[in-house]
């Protein structure tokens, strides 16, 4: 503890306090404005960005905290919530679940220790309850023990037929005392096997159901639907609940809960729904693991009546599923045999089964670069068979090529000829973002700064060449721009004696630049 | 900080006997089954459970071994089996697998299921199917409030938001009825009764008609909470889409709060309570550092204390104050790892970048900009759920559609997806018919397209503007703000979105509250398209006491976000000393709200 105690009483340094936050993040602006205001430093807004002082704030928190911790840790902490390896605290029901999945055998020990930790004297020594939410009244009307574990007891309980008949009378009397037992939802669901076996009528049906959804609860209509279900022939159900649309609502998530998928089919035609027919008919292919017979599957779905637009969604489904069920036999051939260069280097982490389109051209630009359009596993033949936009393919073979460190590649991506022969580089995604994905890439400096420097906007290539320290773009577009007081103040965070440092000194002393300032 | 507790604030209701009830019931349902038995239960039933029992309570009633649910054999030798579960269908077909095996290998044990917070006739049914209708007895455990906090209720249903907004199933409707009257029982009549929207009729119509069963039991009691207030989720949907940037908002969106308890990596399990949180859980993100900063220095200071004490005053302080400082250190050093871990995953992601569209989307300019970021935000595939939250906003403050090839980047079956949302009401449709589909073609061909700008002359071809816009003009949900918002000294509940923008349900419900009714409201209540499901109830008051009328019960049902709770509990505090307590089907963000309309395989 000593210890502690002395690394404690040298930190005590005051924590940094000047905050300089709470600026709104928002003026009264018009439209004209508004380029000014996201720029103005004058509103600078909280950032989340890592350069920030509040940043340094937090850090200069924890350093604090932290040096406590020394000094809190080698007490024991045997009044706090004790938290076991897996988080979860010792002695509540999670943690409890977790020990016996993990050891079936049970760990009897442990808990007869628990047990007495924490012992029932605690639960006894509850005040009782009040007469205000006593459990007589809380349970009154619900959870009846011990009633109906029979048919018999069913049977012969009396709600069932005063429940029943009260249909030949007046609507306000009969709600009256269809409401002494509609609240006991318990005794209504229970006793209607026997009791609305007596609604034999269409009349009393749609009757029955009607009260029903007059009454707003759920469980209530699709136990009555349920009852029509079986009573009334589909055709008839369909009819009548197309004029009911709640009840249609609750027919239709009950079919799709009980997976009768079939119905729900027959239902969506009657009703002539025919997206949602199609819909429901292509959402199957969820529950299908295989993937050939996934294929076929989705091979069904393709003459349904989507909207044009799913149309097409559909169709390149099945494509791609075809084309990624060939990829996957051929890869895992490939790295099977270990002959491949590519494979033995970077081992597949899954299988491109039933990836996003995305995610398989990220992969084909990883794996099969430089395969001729003519394959179907060649990013090009991906391209051109989905239709996919330059600007999307750009960013993937970007991230594909980076990952792989193929600088050569990334090169070669953004340079186009024109018919001169002359070469120019070109980003339909700005270089701002290569920048960005390079670096996410670990990108080196040199790499970096080639690409910085092609960023147009200014202001933004200065930012960038700051965040990722590419130093000679700072120093050159400083020079360029004239701002002595800019370099100057970058001076500061490059390293004493660099060579960065060398060239800062030598343009400050050149008598050659006309600063600004 | 912003928060102190005001001495006039008036007292809470105390909450906790809802856990002693749901204990009391749970222990009875327990030994409705007599001897040894082995519990199963369903994992999104255990944090709940948690916080309301331990093992040895669930040991005392002879509780043997606990089980998850899941599909997997069972283990347990023991004689009788209980099932602790929600009900759900796949429940029954695990159950019904379990005791069919028992059949065909000759074994003869006891079953009971416990349906919590109630049973469905269709779990019955397919009980009844299964073959085991009476081989299992079935018990109801009505717990359907959890108090995650003083002042929140949570019902910890995030399957009603599904089950009612898409599907139009109204089956937990009866739940939040039966929720309502229990509280009524509870804590008293409540005299003034407001709500928008159908769900909120219903229950409501509902929940009254429990009442007038129950004549007599509420009666005569004095109502300790005077005003509530019922609103569906999608009167606004708006809100819960936008990132949160309150504290406990930007903690559950990173990390996820479950049911009080944050799951994330580095705040371990601690519950989400504890001094230092409650300081700055309703807090600006940007006044946390300077906060935890403050608390740092404090703490030092408290342990500094110790160099001049001799013996007995070092006694002292071990004895009294060390566990507390203890404590309070452990708390301060995880806000600071979650501030940490923040930062790092916001900075990653772009999120100022994120929150500027955010809050040009919410004002209406801009709509170019904020259309190119979108897309190349699915283009960068940062993560599919934020792409579909954006385009949710986008075109729900456009009231136009504005589907991308989503399924491109994401899978196909984001087709579900948007067919779900569309019939959410999430992704909305300009106008019906031929202007609809000429609309969406040519937006969706366009986002396609290499000419990515071109997106926006689409959109400015929409010639009606959204009900949203109009909404917000009228209820000047968009402040006008001379000089800059201090978000250190929020000055309305817009600074729980960086003063750019007042949660349109906390507004409503502002309004409602300082009319005491729906009162030139009409053309609001039109435009969210509730001119039918807009309604107030008073009764006559001589029994409610003053200090009651300043406590509102507002009741969210399909969940509420962090921001709205921060943004009631300081307008509560701000304008006449009231007080809001509020009860939600769940708490909700926009990840959990997307989330639930994505389809999965059965």
Not at chain 1, 4 to 27: K, T, Y
Not at chain 2, 42 to 48: G, R, W
Not at chain 2, 189 to 218: H, Q, S, V
Not at chain 2, 369 to 380: A, K, L
């Amino acid at each position: 503890m000593s210890c502690g105690l002395i690394l404690f009483f040298q930190s005590g340094r005051p924590l940094g306090a000047g905050v300089r936050l709470g600026m709104g993040l928002r003026m009264n602006r018009t439209k004209g404005d508004e380029e000014e205001y996201w720029n103005s430093s004058k509103f600078k807004a909280f950032t989340f960005d890592d350069e920030d002082d509040e940043l340094s704030q937090l850090k200069e928190s924890k350093r604090a905290v932290n040096s406590l911790r020394d000094f809190v840790d080698d007490d024991d902490d045997d009044d706090l919530e004790r938290v076991s390896w897996s988080g979860e605290p010792v002695g509540s029901i999670s943690w409890s679940i977790k020990e016996t999945a993990g050891n079936s055998s049970s760990s009897h020990e442990g808990r007869e220790q628990l047990k007495s930790r924490n012992s029932f004297s605690s639960y006894a020594q509850l005040p009782k309850p009040t007469s205000t939410y006593s459990l007589s009244s809380f349970f009154r009307g619900r959870t009846r023990p011990g009633s109906f574990q029979s048919l018999s007891d069913a049977l012969s309980d009396t709600p069932a037929k005063s429940y029943a008949p009260e249909l030949g009378r007046p609507k306000g009397e009969y709600r009256v005392s269809y409401s002494i037992h509609w609240f006991d939802s318990f005794h209504m669901l229970f006793c209607q096997v026997c009791s609305l076996e007596r609604f034999r009528s269409l009349q009393d049906k749609l009757q029955l159901l009607e009260e029903a959804v007059s009454m707003h609860d759920g469980n209530v209509i699709t136990a009555v639907l349920i009852f029509l279900k079986r009573t009334l022939s589909k055709e008839i159900l369909f009819r009548e609940l197309e004029v009911r649309q709640v009840a249609l609502r609750h027919l239709i998530h009950f079919l799709k809960e009980i997976g009768d998928q079939k119905l729900l089919l027959d239902l969506f035609r009657f009703l002539d729904r025919t997206e949602e027919l199609a819909l429901s008919h292509y959402r199957e292919h969820l529950n299908i693991q295989d993937p050939d017979k996934r294929k076929e599957f989705l091979k069904t779905c393709i003459g349904l009546p989507f909207s044009a637009e799913d149309s097409a969604h559909i169709q390149d489904h099945y494509t791609l599923l075809e084309r990624q069920i060939i990829i996957e036999a051929n890869d895992r051939h490939l790295e099977s045999a270990g002959q491949t260069e590519i494979f033995r280097k970077h081992p597949r982490k899954a299988s491109i089964l039933n990836m996003p389109l995305v995610t398989t051209l990220f992969y084909s630009c990883f794996y099969h670069y430089t395969e001729a359009e003519g394959t179907f596993s060649s990013p090009v033949n991906l391209k051109k068979t989905f239709k996919i936009p330059d600007k999307q393919y750009v960013l993937t073979a970007l991230a594909a090529r980076a990952k792989l460190r193929a600088w050569n590649d990334v090169d070669a991506l953004f340079t186009t000829k024109n018919w001169l022969g002359y070469t120019k580089k070109r980003a339909p995604i700005g270089f701002h973002r290569v920048v960005e994905i390079l670096h996410k890439n670990n990108a080196p400096v040199q790499i970096l700064q080639e690409y910085v420097n092609l960023v147009e906007d200014v202001d933004t290539k200065l930012n960038l060449a700051t965040k990722f320290k590419c130093h000679d773009v700072v120093i050159d577009t400083c020079r360029d721009l004239k701002d002595r007081q800019q370099l100057l103040a970058y001076r500061s965070k490059v390293d004493k004696g660099s060579a960065e440092e060398e060239k800062i000194d030598a343009l400050l002393s050149s008598s050659q630049i006309r600063w600004k300032n | 900080m912003a928060f102190p507790h005001r001495p006039d604030a008036p007292e809470l209701p105390d909450f906790s006997m809802l856990k002693r009830l749901a204990r009391d019931q749970l222990i009875y349902l327990l030994e409705q089954l007599p001897g040894k038995k082995d519990l199963f239960i369903e994992a999104d039933l255990m944090s709940p459970l948690d916080r309301i029992a331990n093992v040895s309570i669930l040991k005392q009633h002879e509780v043997d071994k606990l089980y998850k649910v899941e599909n997997k054999p069972a283990l347990s030798s023991s004689e009788q089996l209980c099932f602790l579960v929600r009900p759900r269908i796949k429940n029954m077909r695990y159950i019904a697998s379990l005791v069919n095996a028992d059949k065909l290998a000759g074994r003869t044990r006891k079953y009971k299921v416990i349906f919590s917070p109630q049973k469905f006739y269709a779990c019955e049914m397919v009980l009844e199917e299964e073959g085991i209708y009476g081989d299992v007895s079935c018990d109801e455990w009505a717990f359907s409030l959890l108090p995650l906090d003083v002042d929140l209720l949570s019902m910890e249903l995030p399957e009603f938001f599904r089950d009612y907004f898409l599907e139009g199933d109204q089956r937990w409707i009866n739940t939040v009825a039966q929720a309502l009257h229990l509280l009524s029982t509870l804590y008293g009549p409540f005299p003034n009764c407001y709500g928008i929207g159908r769900c909120a009729k219903m229950a409501y119509e509902l929940w009254r008609n429990l009442e007038e069963e129950e004549d007599g039991e509420t009666k005569g009691r004095r109502p300790e909470i005077g005003h509530i207030f019922l609103l569906d989720r999608d009167v606004d949907f708006v809100t819960a889409l936008c990132s949160q940037v309150v504290y406990e908002g930007l903690v559950d969106d990173t990390f996820r709060i479950k049911c009080g308890k944050c799951h994330g990596p580095l705040l371990g399990t601690s519950h989400m309570a504890g001094l230092v949180f409650n300081e700055i859980r309703n807090e600006h993100f940007s006044n946390v550092f300077g906060f935890l900063s403050q608390k740092a220095r404090n703490l030092q200071a408290q342990y500094d204390r110790r160099r001049g004490m001799d013996i007995k005053q070092m006694k002292n302080f071990v004895s009294q104050e060390l566990k507390g400082l203890k404590q309070e250190h452990r708390l301060l050093s995880l806000h600071i790892g979650a501030c940490e871990s923040i930062m790092k995953k916001k900075t990653k992601q772009d999120f100022q970048e994120l929150i500027k569209t955010e809050h040009a989307l919410l004002e209406g300019f801009n709509i170019r900009e904020s259309t190119s970021y979108i897309e190349e935000h699915i283009d960068r595939q940062v993560s599919p759920i934020e792409s579909l939250r954006l385009m949710c906003l986008l075109s729900i403050t456009e009231n136009g559609d504005a589907r991308c090839s989503l399924d491109t980047h994401y899978g196909p079956e984001h087709l579900l997806t948007f067919s779900n949302l569309r019939r959410a009401g999430l992704l909305t449709e300009q106008a019906p018919g031929d202007t609809l589909t000429a609309v969406e073609s040519k937006v969706s061909k366009l986002v396609t397209d290499k000419a990515a700008g071109k997106i926006t002359d689409a959109f400015s071809s929409l010639a009606k503007r959204s009900n949203f816009r109009a909404i917000s003009k009228k209820l000047n949900l968009i402040p006008r703000v001379d000089g800059e918002y201090d978000l250190k000294v929020p000055r309305d509940m817009a600074y729980v979105f960086s003063g750019a923008y007042v949660p349109l349900s906390c507004r409503i419900i502002e309004q409602v509250l300082e009319r005491r009714s729906w009162q030139g409201l009409d053309e609001v209540v039109r435009l969210l398209n509730c001119s039918d499901f807009a309604f107030t109830d008073m009764t006559k008051e001589d029994k409610a006491s003053s200090e009651s009328l300043r406590l509102i019960l507002v009741v969210f049902l399909g969940g509420c976000t962090f921001s709205e709770i921060s943004a009631l509990r300081f307008l509560g505090r701000e304008k006449g000393k009231r007080e809001f307590i509020f009860l939600t089907t769940a708490v909700t963000n926009s990840a959990r709200l997307m989330e639930a309309m994505s389809e999965v395989k059965a």
